[in-house]
Antibody, heavy 121, light 116 residues
Framework: EVQLVESGGVVVQPGGSLRLSCAAS????????MHWVRQAPGKGLEWVSL????????YYADSVKGRFTISRDNSKNSLFLQMNSLRTEDTALYYC??????????????WGQGTLVTVSS | QPVLTQPPSSSASPGESARLTCTLP?????????IHWYQQKPGSPPRYLLN?????????GSGVPSRFSGSKDASANTGILVISGLQSEDEADYYC??????????FGGGTKLTVL
């Protein structure tokens, strides 16, 4: 059974930093592109970032480019999101999601339960 | 970046069909893209339903009933999710998604489907 378990969400002040983690199991982690998607309270889904299967390629939404860094540790079946210079508009539930394909470009077939990040003074 | 337009709400009665739309901006053609669809119920993460490029190139999520299907209307530049034989459990938010370019993903704003 595929499982994605996010952690690391807390309340942080504007300008602060945070590192989210996603522990993956039930599939061959290093065979797939992975994503972070967020959802602000009461709002829709917003794609945040992706990393390809071996970590050599990363992409970001314009809203987080230069502030967030995605990475993965295939030896530990883990995905990460380093979030710096946090803003109140980054407040959201952050989901880890698995791509259908090794190189990305397809659907997100499995999602975690999410971890809540609140940016507030 | 492109904006995918979904009606904020839709409704239909049990047993009927619901047709949820996802309209692409006029400068990009729906015929060039896979349309990916997700269902989200309150308090739960999104669930992958299906993707659709053409009748001969499409995919269904694991365990997703065949009464969920995709299509396109090229004249309206729109991707369509059809849910036939509506059930009360289908009441949820539905999101479409595309990859407008390599390394970039866009979601629609979502449609809240009410089963009357």
């Amino acid at each position: 059974e595929v499982q994605l378990v996010e952690s690391g969400g807390v309340v942080v002040q504007p300008g602060g930093s945070l590192r989210l983690s996603c522990a993956a199991s039930g599939f061959t982690f290093d065979d797939y592109t992975m994503h972070w998607v967020r959802q602000a309270p009461g709002k829709g889904l917003e794609w945040v970032s992706l990393v390809n299967w071996d970590g050599s390629r990363t992409y970001y939404a314009d809203s987080v480019k230069g502030r967030f860094t995605i990475s993965r540790d295939n030896s530990k079946n883990s995905l990460f999101l380093q979030m710096n210079s946090l803003r109140t508009e980054d407040t959201a539930l952050y989901y880890c999601a698995k791509d259908l394909l090794r190189y990305g470009g397809s659907s997100f077939d499995y999602w975690g339960q999410g971890t809540l990040v609140t940016v507030s003074s | 970046q492109p904006v995918l337009t979904q009606p904020p709400s839709s409704s239909a009665s049990p047993g009927e069909s619901a047709r949820l739309t996802c309209t692409l901006p006029s400068d990009i053609s729906v015929g060039r893209y896979y349309i990916h669809w997700y269902q989200q119920k309150p308090g739960s993460p999104p669930r992958y339903l299906l993707n659709y490029y053409s009748d001969s190139d499409k995919g269904q999520g694991s365990g997703v009933p065949s009464r969920f299907s995709g299509s396109k209307d090229a004249s309206a530049n729109t991707g369509i999710l059809v849910i036939s034989g509506l059930q009360s459990e289908d009441e949820a938010d539905y999101y479409c998604m595309i990859w407008p370019k390599n390394g970039y993903v866009v979601f629609g704003g979502g449609t809240k489907l009410t089963v009357l």
